[in-house]
């Protein structure tokens, strides 16, 4: 069965400073992995994905996330973070229907 | 914009109704998920058509069903209406790739925001 924890409910940074998120799952395939980002009153937008591949993938507004087999890790990371990046960050793990299991979510504040 | 519609935005309704959640895909994608987003139980899977069947089921209530039609909108029934079951629902589509038949990324709709008092 496949699961994720994302660390840590809330995450606050300052405007320019690097953005951290973490993301373990655990599956007992090869995982399929994303990220989906929720603005207040929004559904959710994909971020960035990984299938198969480079370990390393970007996506849009300046994101990437490493895929670590070794750590079980998909850790989303921006250098610099904006104000319009204040949102809620979602990890998720493919599962064994073709459903997106997610992490509970991590809220980023950015302070100016 | 996901390209993936739902109706209405928002709905109020009162305990022991029934309601319809509606739902649009993405043009030409097969795939139509579910999913509830609450404060206790976060995002869970509740079902996925493709192409007009029913291909998988997750945490769904007995008295949630869902149908997908031929024109591949779906929706989602949800009765005897429970206080509990105040939340965000979501349908994602997703399109089938060539060769593996596999349904890799979905995209969100926007969300039908359910209110029962």
């Known amino acids: 069965a496949q699961s994720v924890t994302q660390l840590g409910s809330h995450v606050s940074v300052s405007e320019g400073a690097l953005v951290l998120l973490r993301c373990n799952y655990s599956s007992s395939v090869p995982p399929y992995l994303f990220w989906y980002v929720q603005y207040p009153n929004q559904g959710l937008q994909l971020l960035l994905k990984?299938?198969?591949?480079?370990?390393l993938v970007k996506g849009i507004n300046g994101f990437e996330a490493e895929f670590k087999k070794s750590e079980t890790s998909f850790h989303l990371t921006k250098p610099s973070a904006h104000m319009s990046d204040a949102a809620e960050y979602f990890c998720a793990v493919r599962g064994s229907q073709g459903n997106l299991i997610f992490g509970k979510g991590t809220k980023l504040s950015v302070k100016p | 914009d996901s390209g993936v519609t739902q109706t209405p935005k928002h709905l109020i309704t009162a305990t022991g109704q029934r309601v319809t959640l509606r739902c649009s895909p993405r043009s030409g994608d097969l795939s139509v998920y579910w999913y509830q987003q609450s404060l206790d139980q976060g995002l869970q899977f509740l079902i996925h058509?493709?192409?007009?069947?029913?291909?998988a089921k997750g945490n769904i209530l007995e008295r949630f069903s869902a149908q997908q039609f031929p024109d591949l909108h779906s929706e989602l029934n949800l009765s005897s209406l429970e206080l509990g079951d105040s939340a965000l629902y979501f349908c994602?589509?997703?399109?089938?790739?060539?060769?593996?038949?596999?349904?890799?990324?979905?995209?969100f709709g926007p969300g039908t925001r359910l209110l029962v008092l």
């Open positions: 058509y493709y192409n007009g069947e029913e291909r």
């Open positions: 994602a589509s997703s399109p089938t790739q060539r060769g593996t038949g596999l349904q890799e990324t979905q995209y």
């Open positions: 990984y299938t198969t591949g480079a370990t």
